[in-house]
Structures are given as C-alpha cells and as structure tokens.
C-alpha cells in the first residue's frame, strides 16, 4: 500500500515538473518569436531544471544558444540531448550543423545519417548532408542528397538554389539553369540565385542571356560591388562599345569601390630600400587548372630567390594538381577565401608584402575591395585580366607594347602600364602532344577552319563573320570545340545555317579532355579567333599544335590579345587591322595553301625559338618591372 502511494506521488510530482517544463518551453518559444533570446535562454534552462530529461528542453536551449552567438553553449545543451536520446533527429541535425560551421565535416555527416535515419523526410537535414558532402570535394553525393530532398518538396527555392549551385560544379550547365530559373519562379526576388543564374548562362556560353539576370540581380542590391565587377567584365564582350566608354564605366565603378573600402594603411613594415629582397604577394582563385596558373608557373620556377620572396594568396578553395605545383612552387600559401576584404588585407599588411599582384581583375573570386584598402606599398594586375581595373590603388598593369600600343591605351587606365619587352605572357604547353607534319587541307582539297575559344567569346556577330567566309569559300567546313551546352549548341546551329550554311558543313563538340582538345587541332587547317574579346591561352595552343590563327585588332587590350601574339612570330599577314577586315583576310590566307602546308611544319619551332617561350628571358623582365616599381616607391613616385 505505502509503496504504491509514494509510486503515485511520486507520478504525480514528475508529472507536475514535467508539465512546468512544457509551459517553459512554450514561453520560450513565444520569447524566441518575439526576438526576445535572453528570455528564452532563462525559459530552457528552468525547463532543463524541472525536467532533466526532457530532449527538447535541451534542443530548444540549444537553438536559443546559438542564435545568441554561444556555440560552446550550443553545442554542449546538443550533445546533451544526445546523452539522453542518442536517435532524437532534432538534436543530431542541430549539432551537426554547427560542427558543419566549424569544419568538422566527418562527425556532421554522422550525425545528420543518424537524423535521416530516424526521420527519413527531414528535408533540412538532406540539405545539410548536401552542404557537409559539398565541402569534403564529394559533390555528386551532395547533388543526390538534394534529389532525394526535392522529391520529398518539389517547390523548395532554397533547395533547388543549392541544387543549381551542386549542378553548375558538375558542369551540367542546362540542369543548372532550369533548377534555378525554377528557385526564382518560386522566389523571384533571390539575389544570390540571379548572380548563379547570371554564371551558369555565361558559362554556357549564352553571354547576352546572362545579362538579365545579373542586371535584375544589381538593381536588387546596388551595394553589392562583385556583381558590378561581373557586369564590367560583361562589357568586354560587347562589340557596339568602344574602348573609351568601356574605361568611362571602370572608371566610375573604381571611384565608387574606393569610397566605399577607403584606404586603410599609411605606413609599411618593410625598408624603403631600392635593392633589398622583396616580398611578392600574387592573389588569385585560379591556382588550379586554368590559364593564369599555366602562366604563373613560370616565374614561379624560374624565380631568383635570393632577391624576391613569394607569398601565394588562394581566396578559392578548388584544388586540383596544378594547385599542389603552385603551392610547393612558393615560398608561403595562404588559404584566403574565408576572410573578409579587410580581415586579408590584415594578414597582407602583417606578412609585410612589399609588392602585391592581382591576378584577377573583374574576372573570377572578386578581391578588389581588399585591394583598395591598400595593405602593400606597390599593388599591381597583371594576367587575369587584360583591362584597367578601374582603382587608383592598383598603381600598375603589366602588359606589353602590342596588346596595350603606346598612347593608345594609357589614357584608357587608371593604372600606369609596364610594359614587358616582348610580351606579356611565357606560354609552356601542358602536354606534348605530337603535331600533324601536313594540315589536313593537302589531303581532303578543302580548308577546315577551327574554334577552340571559349564558347562566351563566340558571339552572333561572329557567327555572321564565321557564316561569311563559309559561303564565300563553299567547300570549306568548321570545327567548333568547347559547347557543352545544349542551349548554346543550338543557338549557334541556328545562327550559321539560317544563312544557308548546311549542317554538313559544321562539327560541334563538347569540351573535351586536354589530350583530346590538343589532337583536334590536327584535324583544322586555320584557328579562328573571335572578336572582341580574343584568344589567349587558346591562340598559342594552336600555334604550338602548328595552326596559323587570324585575328584582328579591336580598341580594347583584350582585343588585341591574339595578335600581341600572332605578330610576335612574325605573321603579320594573319592580323586584320579591323574587325571589318577579318573575314577578308581569312578568305585570303585559307587560298594559299602552301604557306598553310609551310607553317604545319614550322609553327611549334619558331614559337619555341621565340621570347614567347623563353622562360629564363620572361621571369628575369618580369622581376626587373617589379624591381621598377619598388625602386619608384622607394624613391616616392607612387605611379600616378
């Protein structure tokens, strides 16, 4: 009797404590709503008081702790829960996404499995496992964890956001742009999904497409400064501009960036002596498989460490081989995509860089309001982008005499240009694929023209050019390699033969693995360049692979790229002077096959006798402008 009386008190008391628990939870929760935190704190941990082992009580603490910005707090009210439910799905997800937070990637994806587990249609916790795999380089798996999530809530706009974003690294372009076409049908206001949108498209190739989205994207959020950069980089592709209006609009995009990120430092850590050894700082999201690190490479090698010290500043965390070259290449690196413009700037001023290099421009991971903050004596472009970056903080661009002529592009620059002697670049093939003897021409009676330009470069206008020397040259046909894009596929099908073109007359492909991208230059006779943003890296791979390439000049440096290149080897006869002379000069060369025959065979030697491919030669006048400029600064001629 006694026992069963004490057994229902006993019932009666928890009971009581447990409902005092709830009536606390539910305080808390009206707390929470009404942006009171420090009440709700109070509420969860009375509730945790009267009900010990109540899981909620501690999820609920948990929530409240981490919106205020106590994680340790968060974290340990989480692993509580656990101790008392170690299945509890809301406790595995929110611990799980805090270690996500904190880079603990392996215990999160744990933890979220454990939630799935118990709750198989928790689709916050999939995005999470989509967030943690995305992180740990395992996007296909991220991708699927969406999937899963999007079947479970097909109008989510979040998840299809993410789920475009997980596309777009697997460069399922098409996918990617329908997922978030369809993220802003249902929330049309995403400034975030816009810029994505705005990306995909544009590497897609459909770069008059990508516009509307970005413009949409900056009348949202006008403050945003890398969606304008984006915009400027857009502006090199657009043939009704001209140079001069190209600069009016970085000019004005520099001024504003610099009121806004003023500079911050007035003195430095380093002697102000002209022949000392100078740290290098270079800053780039490229430090992989790409043109400005197949550059890069160069000087890196070849550097003369007794007078120069290198720093390498990766804000991307993409790595892939080329990355570990370049990191053991330099004498420091230094992960940087998650600080803030001011927190690197910091860490630039404190490692005392003496000159710092932007390898970026308006293109890529958009570093230029660090930049402004100034936190090196010398700033330099160079590389990455082949314009004026618009900032008076950027003392100096790197260029050479041909794509940037002597007062022609200076008044088009807020930087001074330092021009090198021969040239800008120092090309080195990443593979030695073997080259055709003869161009294919000899054997088929017919001119096969190539394109191997990024398909962004390849414009209506150009499809007008490319469709003109077609048709006054019948049997000729032409390869376009680098579309992968469905939408882009068509779009160009559809430019080239509705002026007659016949589809026969045509190969398009997609990009293609290095060896494979290498050995069609074997199967074309001329490389076509496009206007007005022209070749680089592209440009020398043909000539390397013993293809001739035309070109013409244009009123901006990037227009002129492929011929600083073409006219450094002498084949001045490629070049036409002006757009509305490159069709004409590609007819003309593609009539004279024996120089084309002649060139096969002599291309790759005379480029590699060339300064284009002196690799000592580059880095000595590349370390020699560098020299320039800090002798400059240290004698108080700050450029301009």
């Known amino acids: 009797?006694?026992?069963?009386?004490?057994?229902?008190?006993?019932?009666?008391?928890?009971?009581?404590?447990?409902?005092?628990?709830?009536?606390?939870?539910?305080?808390?929760?009206?707390?929470?709503?009404?942006?009171?935190?420090?009440?709700?704190?109070?509420?969860?941990?009375?509730?945790?008081?009267?009900?010990?082992?109540?899981?909620?009580?501690?999820?609920?603490l948990?929530?409240?702790?981490?919106?205020?910005?106590?994680?340790?707090?968060?974290?340990?009210?989480?692993?509580?829960?656990?101790?008392?439910d170690p299945l509890d799905p809301y406790a595995n997800y929110n611990l799980a996404s805090l270690l996500y937070l904190r880079g603990e990637h392996m215990r999160a994806e744990r933890l979220l499995l454990a939630a799935l587990r118990s709750k198989p249609e928790f689709v916050e916790a999939l995005v999470t496992l989509s967030n943690v795999l995305d992180a740990q380089r395992r996007t296909p798996e991220a991708a699927g964890a969406l999937e899963t999530a999007l079947r479970l809530q097909p109008d989510s706009a979040g998840t299809l956001?993410?789920?475009?974003?997980?596309?777009?690294?697997?460069?399922?372009?098409?996918?990617a742009a329908a997922a978030l076409q369809r993220s802003l049908e249902l929330q049309p206001g995403q400034v975030d999904a816009l810029d994505a949108l705005s990306a995909v498209l544009r590497e897609q190739g459909?770069?008059?497409?990508?516009?509307?989205?970005?413009?949409?994207?900056?009348?949202?959020?006008?403050?945003?400064?890398?969606?304008?950069?984006?915009?400027?980089?857009?502006?090199?592709?657009?043939?009704?501009?001209?140079?001069?209006?190209?600069?009016?609009?970085?000019?004005?995009?520099?001024?504003?960036?610099?009121?806004?990120?003023?500079?911050?430092?007035?003195?430095?850590?380093?002697?102000?002596?002209?022949?000392?050894?100078?740290?290098?700082?270079?800053?780039?999201?490229?430090?992989?498989?790409?043109?400005?690190?197949?550059?890069?490479?160069?000087?890196?090698?070849?550097?003369?460490r007794s007078g120069y010290e290198v720093f390498c500043y990766a804000t991307s965390s993409d790595v892939d081989p080329v990355t570990e070259r370049v990191r053991a290449l330099a004498d420091a690196w230094v992960e940087s995509w998650l600080p803030t413009d001011a927190q690197l700037a910091d860490r630039i001023h404190r490692d005392a860089i003496d000159i710092l290099v932007d390898l970026s421009g308006h293109t890529g991971?958009?570093?230029?309001?660090?930049?402004?903050?100034?936190?090196?004596?010398?700033?330099?472009?160079?590389?990455?982008?082949?314009?004026?970056?618009?900032?008076?903080?950027?003392?100096?661009?790197?260029c050479d005499a041909r794509t940037d002529p002597p007062g022609?592009?200076?008044?088009?620059?807020?930087?001074?240009?330092?021009?090198?002697?021969?040239?800008?670049?120092c090309y080195r093939p990443y593979l030695e694929i073997e080259a055709a003897t003869t161009p294919p021409c000899v054997a088929r009676g017919f001119v096969t023209f190539g394109s191997f330009n990024h398909a962004a470069k390849i414009s209506g206008d150009m499809c007008l050019r490319w469709a003109e020397i077609l048709r006054r040259l019948p049997d000729a046909r032409l390869v376009i390699v680098g579309i992968s894009s469905a939408a882009k596929r068509a779009a160009l099908q559809s430019a080239l033969t509705?002026?007659?073109?016949?589809?026969?007359?045509?190969?398009?492909?997609?990009?293609?693995?290095?060896?494979?991208?290498?050995?069609?230059?074997?199967?074309?006779?001329?490389a076509l360049d496009t206007l007005p943003y022209g070749g680089g890296t592209t440009t020398f791979d043909a000539l390397w692979m013993g293809v001739p390439v035309v070109?013409?000049?244009?009123?901006?440096?990037?227009?002129?790229?492929?011929?600083?290149?073409?006219?450094?080897?002498?084949?001045?006869?490629?070049?036409?002077p002006s757009p509305q002379e490159y069709v004409d000069v590609a007819v003309e060369r593609a009539r004279d096959p024996a120089t084309i025959a002649s060139l096969r065979g002599s291309l790759r030697q005379r480029l590699r006798s060339s300064p284009l491919m002196d690799e000592e030669r580059f880095t000595r006048d590349l370390e020699e402008a560098y020299r320039g400029m800090w002798r400059r600064w240290c004698a108080g001629n700050d450029a301009r």
């Open 365 to 398: 991971m958009f570093r230029l309001a660090m930049f402004a903050h100034r936190p090196a004596p010398v700033q330099v472009a160079w590389l990455g982008y082949l314009n004026t970056t618009g900032l008076t903080q950027i003392q100096y661009r790197i």
């Open 498 to 526: 509705s002026t007659g073109i016949t589809p026969a007359r045509l190969t398009i492909l997609p990009n293609l693995p290095l060896d494979e991208y290498a050995r069609w230059y074997n199967s074309v006779d001329i």
């Open 408 to 425: 022609v592009s200076d008044p088009l620059h807020t930087e001074a240009l330092v021009r090198l002697p021969h040239s800008q670049w």
């Open 161 to 175: 956001f993410n789920y475009g974003l997980a596309l777009r690294k697997l460069r399922r372009g098409d996918e």
């Open 1 to 60: 009797m006694l026992s069963a009386l004490l057994a229902r008190i006993s019932g009666a008391f928890r009971a009581r404590r447990r409902d005092r628990a709830l009536k606390l939870i539910a305080d808390g929760r009206r707390a929470e709503d009404a942006g009171n935190l420090a009440a709700a704190r109070e509420c969860y941990r009375r509730a945790t008081w009267f009900a010990p082992n109540h899981v909620s009580a501690y999820v609920n």
């Open 62 to 84: 948990g929530i409240a702790l981490a919106a205020s910005g106590d994680s340790a707090g968060a974290t340990a009210a989480y692993e509580q829960a656990l101790a008392i």
């Open 551 to 576: 070109t013409a000049t244009g009123s901006t440096p990037v227009s002129r790229s492929a011929a600083s290149i073409v006219s450094l080897l002498g084949l001045i006869e490629w070049i036409a």
């Open 206 to 304: 459909l770069m008059q497409e990508s516009l509307y989205p970005l413009r949409r994207a900056l009348e949202l959020a006008p403050q945003r400064f890398d969606l304008g950069s984006r915009e400027l980089y857009a502006l090199n592709k657009d043939e009704s501009l001209s140079g001069a209006q190209i600069f009016a609009r970085h000019r004005e995009y520099g001024s504003r960036l610099e009121r806004a990120f003023p500079m911050r430092f007035s003195s430095f850590a380093g002697e102000p002596h002209p022949d000392r050894k100078l740290r290098i700082g270079y800053v780039s999201g490229d430090f992989r498989y790409h043109p400005v690190a197949q550059f890069l490479l160069v000087p890196l090698q070849h550097g003369n």
